[in-house]
């Protein structure tokens, strides 16, 4: 899982972000008992006894910071949070200054800004928080085996548009930047 969570780092930081937000709420499904977790899901696991142990071990360090930040009932990891804050800031610096990033958010604008509208006052967050919310929610409501409207499915195709090309600038960022 710890791999899994590098690679999609890595390569890919809304897919990253949205395994990990997967992670919380596996946690949450066993209400954090890792016990359960362990039997229930890692067990299953075609992987040695030695990486369930590693998974467990990652799984356990996600729960503590979980309990530590008291999102145990709902949220996000305060390191998921500040890298969608970091996310957010790249956008906002890629739509003064780059035509095709712009013109790919102008695609999702309009859905960006119905979730605004559909969110009733509450806040939900930073445009890039609503386009991770978007492709979240789609894939949870699959999981479910629900119905998905193909406005919705319009909705997280362009979200995903801007998080790839998002992710693209922030990979170049990452490997350009000095250590």
Not at 41 to 55: A, L, M, N, Q, R
Not at 156 to 164: C, D, P, T
């Amino acid at each position: 899982m710890k791999s899994v969570a590098d690679r999609k780092k890595s390569q890919n930081i809304g897919e990253y972000l949205i395994y990990m937000y997967q992670m919380e709420d596996l946690i949450r499904s066993y209400q954090g008992n890792i016990d359960e977790l362990r039997q229930y899901v890692v067990s299953h696991y075609p992987v040695s006894e030695e990486e369930k142990t590693e998974i467990i071990a990652w799984f356990e360090s996600i729960l503590e910071k979980m309990k530590s930040q008291e999102i145990l009932e709902k949220g996000h990891l305060k390191e998921l949070k500040d890298l969608v804050d970091n996310l957010a800031n790249l956008h906002w610096k890629l739509l003064k200054e780059d035509r095709t990033y712009f013109d790919t958010y102008t695609k999702a604008k309009p859905f960006i800004l119905e979730a605004i509208v559909e969110a009733n006052g509450e806040n939900p967050g930073n445009e890039i928080q609503i386009c991770l919310n978007g492709i979240y929610g789609l894939l949870l409501n699959r999981l479910l085996g629900g119905t998905v409207e193909d406005h919705r499915v319009a909705a997280a195709e362009a979200f995903g548009e801007v998080l790839g090309l998002l992710n693209f600038y922030y990979q170049q960022r990452i490997f350009l930047s000095p250590n």
